[in-house]
């Protein structure tokens, strides 16, 4: 695996993310009939909080974001995009496992959701997330905390 590191958010990284989400989701989004090429940037921007967003670097270079925004009785896992160039090397699971530790220390319950045939449920059903409910496009999963 490559050395990575998280580095908080800022507004400025905003577009070099939006260009990153619509790069990873296209596939997928294409496959559910529901690629824009306007609409997958402008949803990232109108959500985006640089507070709860870290930015992720391999190598000291940008390859990556996550975000945990919290919730009442939770915190949600939104915004999770690698590099295709650095996918498949553990960096996600680290990622991942570094967050979810937080959450689990906090006795935190972490929520997202995926689209529908999205390789990545499969890692997050691999750290312990389970279906919570689903619909024709998306897929909501949970997961409690740790025990201690």
Known sequence: MADWELRPGSAADVEIVAELRAVVMRPDLERLGRYDEHRVRQRFRDGFTPAHTWMIEVGGAFAGCVALRPAEGCHWLEHFYLATDVQGRGIGSAVLRALLERCDREGAVVRLNVLQGSPARR??????????????VDVFLVRAPAPA
């Open 123 to 136: 890692l997050y059903e691999r750290h312990g997330f389970t279906v919570e409910t689903e619909d024709e």
